[in-house]
């Protein structure tokens, strides 16, 4: 089985370079290699009064690595005023079947600040960051204060998503000073499973769910999906 630290050995392969799908056999393969663009996959965020955004100091975008890294990443940055912030990252897929019932899995690589068992507002910056992916036949978005999609709630599976870690970095001390790179894999304690849309679409967000009180800043590098028929 392939991983995100496999690809590397691929880089002169067109696909790679352009987020395109790739397939093997008959599981279908998709990878996003952040460093080169968003690959069409749109930022956002739930769970906050949008009326008074302005506190949460909400960022996203391309934006160049920390010290000690190079090229780019997909970034995004908020304080948990809330003590339950949804940061999240979504796409729509295409090129599944039809109708069809799948089980989905990621693995997403990334930056972090977050140090392990350190102390924070209303929780750990790192343990208490829950990551976690999920589906929804439309587009994901706020709708009110919440997702319009079932993802649970902190540490909590939802319908729609699945947590599949934290971002603590044990090899980071406690001051957010420095970044590490973690990569994250998995789909979940419960299989996450959908059927596709009538056109062989479906949308699909990631992202972290916070019950910590303060800055979050994370830099997504590379993100690879599973798909398995069943």
């Not at 999609?149 to 729609?160: F, W």
């Not at 970095?169 to 590490?180: R, V």
Request: charge should be negative; include cysteine.
């Amino acid at each position: 089985m392939m991983k995100i630290s496999d690809f590397p050995l691929l880089a002169g392969s067109l696909l790679l370079l352009t987020g395109c799908d790739i397939e093997y056999g008959t599981l279908p393969e998709y990878y996003y290699d952040f460093r080169q663009s968003t690959h069409q996959w749109q930022p956002g965020f739930s769970d906050y009064p949008s009326d008074n955004a302005d506190i949460y100091q909400l960022q996203s975008g391309m934006r160049n690595l920390p010290a000690g890294f190079s090229g780019k990443g997909l970034y995004l940055a908020g304080i948990n005023r809330s003590d339950d912030l949804f940061m999240y990252i979504k796409k729509q897929i295409t090129g599944l079947e039809p109708s069809t019932r799948y089980q989905l899995s990621a693995s997403l690589r990334f930056l972090t600040d977050a140090g392990a068992d350190c102390a924070g507002v209303g929780g750990a910056p790192g343990e208490s960051v829950y990551l976690k992916f999920g589906y929804a036949a439309a587009e994901p978005k706020q709708a009110g204060y919440y997702l319009n999609a079932d993802k649970g709630n902190q540490s909590r599976d939802g319908t729609q998503a699945r947590v599949i870690g934290n971002i603590a970095a044990p090899e980071l001390s406690c001051d957010g000073q420095t970044f590490a790179s973690k990569t994250v894999s998995g789909s979940g304690n419960t299989p996450l499973q959908f059927t596709s849309n009538a056109d062989g679409t479906v949308w699909v967000f990631i992202g972290t769910d916070s019950g910590f009180e303060g800055l979050t800043r994370l830099y997504y590098q590379e993100l690879e999906l599973r798909f398995r028929k069943i």
